[in-house]
């Protein structure tokens, strides 16, 4: 992480700084924003996992296994 900082031109005091402000704006989701956070997380990770059986699925095919 401190090479990111240096990259960034960011020291640790600016970063602790600039996270202070971030972590005061931020406010708790209601129930509605969860839920559809929570849905497309869902979906997403059921998109991946399915890409990846397709992808299984068709190796092993090629192969002849």
């Known amino acids: 992480m401190v090479i990111v900082w240096a990259l960034n031109g ?3 005091k600016e970063f602790f ?3 202070w ?3 005061k704006l931020a ?3 209601n129930r ?3 839920l559809l956070a929570l849905r497309i997380t869902l979906i997403g990770v059921a998109a991946i ?3 990846t059986f ?3 699925f068709v190796a ?3 192969q002849g296994a």
């Open 10 to 12: 960011m020291g640790l």
């Open 60 to 62: 092993i095919a090629i």
């Open 17 to 19: 700084k600039s996270a």
């Open 54 to 56: 397709i992808i299984r």
């Open 27 to 29: 406010r708790k989701p």
């Open 32 to 34: 509605r924003e969860f």
């Open 21 to 23: 402000v971030t972590f």
């Open 49 to 51: 996992g399915a890409i």
